[in-house]
């Protein structure tokens, strides 16, 4: 079944404990994104991926870090959580369209952070 | 880099009746627009999108119309029904960073509450 995955569903930490959010899509697709999803803000782009090697800042990228070492992985890395990091959090990916034309991006399932 | 706004960001409509929501973007150069629908509990996913070289696009009772020159894309569902009851996200595609890199910005949603 083509689908993006996200581990871990549910996570509650504290703040400066590092963690990851995995995330990993079986479609071959190129293209892949995080977003975080706050009430009365809609998805706001964290960071996303062209190809592998390739990442770039979205629009809050503070306070994480990705790589994109496989083709299929795209892990999100927060090094020093922040109560203000809070938040559902979405991986994305799609197909990279000719000469860079966007096409439909498909969701994870989603990750909910909690930061105490 | 690119705003999208979004237009009503609470809908309440009849069952049966038109709902229509509206987005404007600021980046001339972006050029594809998604529509997604987000379920309470689920992850976002896509019901229409247009690119812009088309004015209008339409799936059964969904519809989604682009003015470039105003800059501004709509939502149009008609005879609504209970299950059309969810989140709704614009969103715009724009270039950024390096050769064919793109974003994806979204609005903050529109929720439509169908009543029976």
């Known amino acids: 079944e083509a689908q993006v995955t996200q581990n871990p569903r549910y996570l509650i930490t504290v703040t400066g404990k590092k963690l990851t959010v995995t995330c990993s899509q079986n479609m071959n697709h190129e293209y892949m994104s995080w977003y975080r999803q706050d009430p009365g803000l809609g998805l706001r782009q964290i960071y996303y991926?062209?190809?592998?090697?390739?990442?770039d800042k979205g629009d809050v990228p503070e306070g994480y870090k990705v790589s994109r070492k496989e083709k299929r992985n795209f892990p999100l890395i927060l090094e020093s959580p922040s109560p203000n990091q809070t938040s559902l959090y979405f991986c994305?990916?799609?197909?990279?369209?000719?000469?860079?034309?966007?096409?439909?991006?498909?969701f994870g399932p989603g990750t909910r952070l909690t930061v105490l | 880099g690119e705003n999208v706004e979004q237009h009503p960001s609470t809908l309440s409509v009849q069952e049966g009746d038109s709902a229509v929501i509206k987005c404007t973007y600021s980046d001339s150069a972006s050029n594809y627009f998604p529509w997604y629908k987000q379920e309470l509990g689920k992850r976002p996913q896509l019901i229409i999108d247009?690119?812009?070289?088309?004015g209008e696009k339409k799936d059964q009772r969904i519809a989604v119309t682009l003015n470039k020159t105003a800059k501004h894309f709509s939502l149009h569902i008609t005879e609504t029904q209970p299950e059309d009851s969810a989140v709704y996200f614009c969103a715009a595609s724009w270039a950024s960073g390096g050769a064919g890199s793109y974003q994806l910005t979204f609005g903050k949603g529109t929720k439509l509450s169908v009543i029976p």
């Open positions: 247009i690119r812009s070289n088309v």
């Open positions: 991926s062209m190809n592998v090697e390739v990442t």
């Open positions: 994305a990916s799609s197909l990279r369209g000719h000469l860079g034309s966007y096409n439909e991006q498909f």
